[in-house]
């Protein structure tokens, strides 16, 4: 460990926050977000609940020692992965660029990419107050059986995974990831921070989705991100739905990447499979109706 890191351990979460003035930045943003999302939540509506808490410690940053130490880990790591000069060959199936029109064939078929391993930790991982977010969502609806569509590095499966610990009830998730060497780099991180609770499988979402879904569902938590494509998005939603418990938590990512993505979350909240929803900044926030298993 280098010096940077052994000082960044013995630094309380509460100070260590300040060291880094890009995050004070983002967490401004996030809880002015959040605080205008609050404002349409229902106030006697129990369902939402969860939601509700989770958004309020988010803001605050309120943490038990428990979840201050694991989240610590998850943050080193985040680090170390910024400051790697590894660099990997990929493949990217996803939409590239809210202005790109790419057919579902040219998805399909992916691109070559070479990227540095730090550049895609600080591009595609969620950052500090929407991984929180995650964490916190998990820690009050306490999911079981939980899914990540868009693995990336594994940050945010860490965060999840960190959660569905805590809660202590036995809780899994599936992420999933479409490059062969992001999926290695992320299983690494994950073994860093000691997550034996989780499963990478690596795989388009067309070929590895349904297959997840078996094995976990009833899914009562999913975190649709990694392809931000309006007609895909549609699909994925009605690609998970049959295997949702009842009143499963939804979290889409991105909702307004593009037009198109704003468009996919307007439908999908107007769905009436979906129970209540809420937006929260880019997190498409929703309960669904799930039959429980597939049909």
Not at 18 to 37: G, H, I, M, N, Q
Not at 173 to 189: K, P, Y
Not at 238 to 267: C, H, K
Request: hydrophobic content about 40%; charged content about 25%; some cysteine.
């Amino acid at each position: 460990m280098n010096e940077f890191l052994v000082k960044l351990n013995k630094i309380p979460g509460k100070i260590l926050s300040v060291l880094r003035p890009s995050d004070y930045e983002l967490w401004k943003a996030f809880t002015d977000e959040a605080k205008k999302a609050q404002q349409h939540l229902p106030t006697q509506d129990a369902s939402m609940a969860p939601i509700q808490v989770a958004i309020q410690k988010t803001i605050q940053r309120s943490l038990t020692t428990q979840e201050s130490s694991l989240i610590r880990k998850v943050e080193r790591v985040r680090h170390e992965t910024e400051s790697s000069d590894e660099k990997i060959l990929f493949r990217d199936y996803g939409a590239r660029s809210p202005r790109a029109t790419l057919s579902a064939e040219e998805m399909a078929e992916g691109v070559l990419e070479e990227r540095s391993v730090a550049t895609m930790c600080r591009v595609s991982s969620k950052p500090p107050p929407w991984a929180s977010m995650l964490f916190h969502l998990v820690r009050q609806a306490k999911p079981k059986r939980c899914i990540e569509m868009g693995t990336c590095v594994g940050i945010s499966a860490a965060y999840i995974a960190s959660a569905l610990r805590i809660n202590g009830e036995g809780g899994s998730l599936i992420t999933l990831e479409g490059s062969d060497e992001l999926a290695e780099v992320a299983r690494r991180n994950l073994d860093s921070v000691a997550m034996d609770n989780v499963e990478v499988r690596v795989g388009r979402f067309e070929e590895v989705l349904t297959p997840a879904l078996q094995t976990q569902q009833p899914v009562d938590f999913i975190f649709i991100d990694g392809h931000h494509d309006e007609r895909a998005t549609m699909n994925y939603f009605e690609q998970v739905t049959p295997y949702l418990a009842s009143n499963a938590l939804v979290i889409f990512d991105d909702i307004r990447w593009s037009d198109g993505m704003a468009r996919a979350w307007n439908a999908i909240r107007n769905d009436p499979r979906v129970l209540r929803s809420l937006s929260v900044g880019d997190f498409g926030v929703c309960i669904a109706a799930g039959a429980g298993s597939a049909a």
